[in-house]
């Protein structure tokens, strides 16, 4: 963010123009805000309708982790079948 500039210097011509600049600036901001809300809204609404489909449960709850982790560190030799639920 940038500092005002020095305030005495300007004329009242700049300085309104300053202030219509700012306000239109916050406006997107605001804009730009209730966007992002509305689409934070929209994902947790289908996180919530996942979580009442699968009982609260997730996916990853049926990954064995030990096993995973053997596998990224490629201590597991042959075929891999990782299932995930």
């Not at 982790?65 to 597991?76: C, M």
């Amino acid at each position: 963010m940038e500092p005002l500039p020095d305030l005495a210097s300007l004329s009242d011509e700049d300085l309104k123009k300053l202030i219509d600049e700012l306000t239109q600036e916050e406006h997107e901001v605001s804009y730009r805000r209730r966007l992002l809300h509305g689409k934070i809204d929209i994902l947790r609404a289908e996180l919530v309708a996942r979580l009442q489909k699968t009982e609260g449960q997730s996916v990853l709850d049926h990954v064995d982790v030990n096993r995973l982790s053997e596998i990224l560190a490629g201590k597991v030799r042959g075929r891999v079948v990782l299932e995930l639920g």
